[in-house]
């Protein structure tokens, strides 16, 4: 069992700056990857952003050069980097751990950019 919290999204100005947080209840590093999507009204499910054990990454094209994927390990913790944010980056935004045997979902962070 995984257990996910995500924390740090807000309502910005675009162009500005929010680093999201997921806090997992095992070590990030057991987990295959750590994901990030994000789901906009009426839209589906995206894969923003993604980390392996191993440490590669990938970003959605939109994100490339704007969005950061990291982690701490000490803290169990992945972490999304928003730069350079736009108002089409408005989404809920989930953390996902990608284990052998199932999928786990955070709740969901809100993330609103106002033009």
């Known amino acids: 069992q995984v257990q996910l919290v995500e924390s740090g999204g807000g309502l910005l100005q675009a162009g500005g700056s929010l680093r999201l947080s997921c806090a997992a209840s095992?070590?990030?590093?057991?987990?295959?990857?750590m994901g990030w999507y994000r789901q906009a009204p009426g839209k589906e499910r995206e894969l923003v952003a993604r980390i392996t054990s191993g440490g590669s990454t990938y970003y959605e094209d939109s994100v490339k050069g704007r969005f950061t994927i990291s982690r701490d390990g000490a803290k169990n913790t992945v972490y999304l980097q928003m730069n350079s944010l736009k108002p089409e980056d408005t989404a809920v935004y989930y953390c996902a751990a990608h284990t052998s045997w199932r999928d786990y979902w955070g709740q969901g962070t809100q993330v609103t950019v106002s033009s």
């Open positions: 095992v070590s990030i590093f057991s987990i295959n990857a």
